[in-house]
């Protein structure tokens, strides 16, 4: 039996991992930022969830929370930075509030969340920390310049963070997700004013996404459940069937420029 602690617990991937970890017999803190909206997972589940109001871009509110949860249940095996969302519009569009507000939830809130987790989890010599990042934050498309950008800072930051905690017996690994059928570019998307001078930007991506076959999102619960009970999982763990072949098609043209320029890296080093 696990004790989960999971962000962004309302919809999507966070309210699916919440549900099959109840349905296996482990304990969930789910948080979101309308508590209302985790009623029927108190309802179902009882004294084995606890639900909490959560808005991650609060740091005092995290730490809050994470403890109350620890104390609750006693310890925190698993935690799940899931909480998230895409901005989406071209760098130009892109106004300072959007700007600052992707990194607030995407970046911020997880650290937060992070830091908050860790003392706990060093004492007890044990825990995993799942941060939900994305296909896009291993590579980047045109029109979600700063949701990559929040993604990748997400990525190096716990890259260094598994490298800290690897001998504390924490293990950190980051999930990156294909497209999937949830709401991610519906509803709980944002979007900046148009610029029409981006508009055939605008309708390539649109093209692209329609074109594109979405994962479903329940079919991520059972790898995620195998992942938790892993005693050694990976840093990093791609979630579709398309991923992996992207990705690689991807570092195989970062390789080509980077060897097809090393000369004139050289001679930059001085030697």
Sequence with gaps: MKVWFITGASKGFGRIWAEAALRRGDHVAASARRKETLESLQSQFGNRVLTLELDVQNREAVFAAVKQAKEHFGRLDVVVNNAGYGQFGAIEELSEAQVRAQFETNVFGALWVTQAALPYLREQKSGHILQVSSIGGVHAFPNIGIY????????????????????????????????????????????????????????????????????VPEATAEPILTLVDMPQPPLRLFLGATANAMIHAEYEKRLTEWDKYNDLSVKAHGL
């Design 148 to 215: 990559h950008a929040s993604k990748w800072a997400l990525e190096g930051l716990s890259q260094s963070l598994a490298q800290e905690v690897s001998s504390m017996g924490i293990h950190v690994t980051l999930i990156e997700p294909v497209g999937y059928a949830t709401d991610w570019a519906g509803p709980s998307a944002q979007f900046a004013q148009p610029n029409p001078a981006y508009e055939h930007i605008r309708e390539a991506m649109k093209a692209r996404r329609q074109a594109g076959k979405p994962g």
